[in-house]
């Protein structure tokens, strides 16, 4: 159980270019989703906390009209990177966690490469 | 300066013996602790977690035990395999917003 579906697990494309990543619970429902940032060698960077049905909360320092935040049903959230560019290559991983549970549950990353 | 960050903490260990990985959380009001196991190119990978109100806990070949008294953490790995092989967090969480406070990580690397 607890199977955190995370698509597309690569992306390349071209600077101005807007790309969404989608997470996806597969057997729970998720009321609260978390969206990372991970750079090599390094530890996970906490973006932002997506709770169904409101408004993600932003990290300091994370762009929320940069990085777009959709958690629309209890199963879904999206980030899209608008506009990327080469610095917002990296790799990006999605967790979900079940209301009144721990712990949260990771998606397989998606690697984004902005060239 | 370099930072810390882009060298990450290595063990190694030969392979069948046991491996102990350990972890020092920062916030003395944490009271859950988590295990992720992340190998390359894909998401951390839930182990084993703790409480604050347990001094350890055991599972398949892997035991937590944690001391509150100096905050630290550690993760017993038994008859280390090939397919231990990865990165692994600690982590750390207080009250109720869920969010985790992550440990640096440290690569451990079997020797066969």
């Known amino acids: 159980g607890a199977v955190v579906s995370q698509h597309p697990s690569r992306v390349i494309c071209k600077s101005g270019t807007s790309v969404k990543i989608e997470c996806r619970s597969l057997d729970f429902q998720a009321t609260t989703m978390f969206w990372y940032r991970q750079f090599p060698k390094q530890s996970l960077m906490l973006m932002a906390t997506?709770?169904?049905?409101?408004?993600?909360?932003?990290e300091q320092g994370v762009e929320k009209d940069k990085f777009l935040i959709n958690h629309a049903s209890l199963t879904l959230s999206t980030l899209t990177v608008t506009s990327a560019h080469p610095e917002d290559s990296s790799f990006y991983i999605c967790?979900?966690?079940?209301?009144?549970?721990?712990?949260?549950?990771f998606g397989d990353g998606t690697r984004l490469s902005i060239l | 300066g370099e930072s810390v960050g882009l060298h990450l903490p290595t063990l190694s260990v030969q392979e069948g013996d046991n491996s102990i990985i350990n972890c020092a959380y920062s916030n003395s009001a944490s009271d859950y602790f988590i295990w992720y196991k992340q190998e390359s190119g894909k998401g951390p990978q839930f182990i084993i977690d703790i409480r604050s109100n347990m001094d350890k806990r055991q599972g398949q070949r892997v035991t937590v035990l944690l001391n509150k008294t100096v905050k630290h953490l550690s993760l017993q790995i038994a008859a280390t395999q090939p397919g231990d092989s990865a990165v692994y967090f600690c982590?750390?969480?207080?009250?109720?917003?869920?969010?985790?406070?992550w440990g640096a990580g440290t690569k451990l690397i079997i020797k066969p």
């Open positions: 997506s709770n169904e049905g409101s408004k993600a909360t932003y």
């Open positions: 982590a750390e969480n207080m009250g109720s917003n869920y969010q985790l406070i």
């Open positions: 967790s979900a966690r079940e209301q009144g549970a721990q712990p949260q549950h």
